[in-house]
């Protein structure tokens, strides 16, 4: 079933993990995709195994944090594809230090990547949605946006930010029929988080307070974001899209 | 989305909300148990998925009776073997200064909207662990999650539904999954009641929704489809909001443009 044909999405951090499977799946489903990263080379490859013979899927490089690439962005999507529908803010970086442990100039690294990225990416893409009668905007913020785990500080700020921001331009846009919503999951096993999952202990303390029995994958991901990307949810905008497995349940 | 091989109990699906799921259920191949305490009401809906090709039953079912529960279950299996998807969906509403609601009244509408969904979860949850699969689906309310005069009762409800939701779902898992939904304003004989209560123009109510309009049964149905279904399969003890960004934030001084 095409449940985004036509329509014209873009994904940011589209190399691998989350973003990766998004792509995938929204061109399953009938979508114009373009895919960007910053990782150039990885992400030519992904992009090829899901073009295949399909002339819609679109690979671009892309630094999120550069109001340059945006409007480069921008303008190529509309050059190919003629308008955008959905843009999902996907691009992020981790960061495992404490407060007292991170740097001033780690800590403004990861708002950048995480946080200002999706304020950049909303700024210059809400104005072509608005002209086009309309779109939605899917902003992956994490369970570590709505609660506190020690130690991941920087990480944190940022995706409390990308929360909030969600619910302001969700306000903000709403009579231009432009939905926006954020989506929060818990540990997913990508290249992002696999030191992680290198850590037996940490993993063990994940299985303790997931209450379902297994970690999350990316196209549990996926399949909430296409979701929130189609029509299916045209009564929803504002709000908060878990995919833990429970784990925030406690 | 296919939902062949899954059978689905749907309280309250004579009507609104219930109903559109039953529907779009039915559509999406799987085998729907339609449950309401209206018989007319019920019948109508299983007509209509059978005009349309769908596989459905109907049973007359007051969901704040345990007896009911019961039978409604064993009919059930005794059909299609068994429940994989529970909507608890069934609920009334009402709007009354506190100081003005009886007893009775308190007890009548937490006997369906609480009890309902006890009594539900109770007796399908054990069906489905023989199964090693379920997801349960409660319909909670934008009133569970802010306050407004005369909706304590109706809120309190929804509040007790929001929460235990969230113990179940860790009583439950790893075999059910269980979530719950927010609708705030959609398009069913429940508001058209609450706008004949409060006096109040349906346009009204509806400019006042950011995304200015009020939703639709079907708006709803989308939604559970994806918590019925294995899409979700990784989400359990959750909060969906359905209500065109009510929640998200008070109305504030607007700009001029």
């Known amino acids: 079933m095409e449940r985004l044909k036509d329509k014209v999405a873009i994904i940011t951090g589209a190399a691998n993990g989350q973003g990766a499977a998004e792509a995938k799946m929204f061109s399953e489903n009938g979508a114009k995709v373009v895919m960007t990263d910053i990782l150039e080379e990885e992400l030519q490859n992904v992009a090829n195994n899901i073009r295949g013979d399909k002339k819609s899927v679109l690979s671009l490089k892309h630094d999120v944090t550069s109001e340059k690439d945006w409007k480069h962005i921008i303008n190529e999507t509309k050059e190919h594809f003629g308008k955008i529908d959905i843009l999902v803010n996907n691009a992020g970086i981790g960061s495992t230090k404490t407060i007292e442990e991170e740097t001033i100039e780690g800590w403004e690294k990861v708002q950048k990547v995480n946080s200002n990225s999706v304020f950049i990416g909303i700024k210059y893409t809400a104005p072509e949605m608005k002209k086009s009668g309309g779109g939605s905007i899917i902003n992956l913020s994490s369970v570590y946006g709505i609660i506190g785990v020690k130690g991941y500080s920087a990480y944190h700020a940022s995706k409390g930010a990308i929360r909030s921001l969600s619910k302001t331009a969700a306000m903000e846009f709403a009579k231009h029929h432009i939905r926006v919503n954020s989506v929060h999951p818990g540990l997913i096993q990508t290249p992002m988080t696999e030191s992680l999952f290198l850590d037996p202990n940490i993993v063990e303390w994940m299985q303790s307070v997931t209450p379902w029995p297994r970690l999350g994958k990316p196209e549990d991901v996926a399949n909430g974001v296409l979701f929130l990307a189609s029509d299916e949810s045209s009564f929803i905008t504002g709000t908060e899209l878990i995919i833990d497995g429970g784990w925030t349940t406690h | ?257």
């Open chain 2, 1 to 257: 989305m296919n939902l062949e091989n899954e059978v689905a109990l749907i309280t309250g699906g004579g009507k609104g909300i219930g109903k559109a799921t039953a529907l779009l259920l039915a559509k999406k191949k799987a085998k729907v148990v339609i449950t309401d305490i209206n018989e007319e009401d019920g019948d109508k809906t299983l007509q209509e998925i059978k005009g349309k090709g769908g596989e459905a039953i109907f049973i007359k079912h007051d969901v704040s009776s345990e007896e009911d529960w019961i039978r409604a279950v064993n009919k059930s299996i005794d059909r299609y073997k068994f429940i994989n998807i529970l909507f608890n969906n069934a609920g009334i509403f009402t709007l009354k200064p506190l100081f003005e609601i009886s007893l009775d009244e308190w007890n009548k509408l937490m006997n369906i909207n609480v009890t309902g969904t006890f009594l539900g979860m109770k007796h399908v949850v054990p069906h489905m662990i023989k199964n090693k699969k379920g997801s349960i689906i409660n319909a909670s309310s934008t009133a569970a999650i802010n306050g407004a005069p005369n909706h304590s009762l109706y809120g309190a409800s929804k509040g007790a539904i929001r929460s235990l939701t969230k113990h179940a779902a860790t009583e439950f898992a790893p075999n059910v999954r269980v979530n719950s939904i927010y609708p705030g304003f959609v398009k069913t004989q429940m508001i058209d009641y609450a706008s004949e209560l409060s006096n109040t123009k349906l346009d009204n109510q509806a400019s006042s929704v950011p995304l200015n309009k009020l939703g639709t049964p079907t708006d709803v149905a989308n939604l559970v489809l994806y918590l019925a279904s294995d899409m979700s399969s990784y989400i359990t003890g959750s909060e969906f909001v359905v209500d065109g960004g009510l929640s998200a934030g008070p109305p504030v001084w607007e700009i001029k443009e």
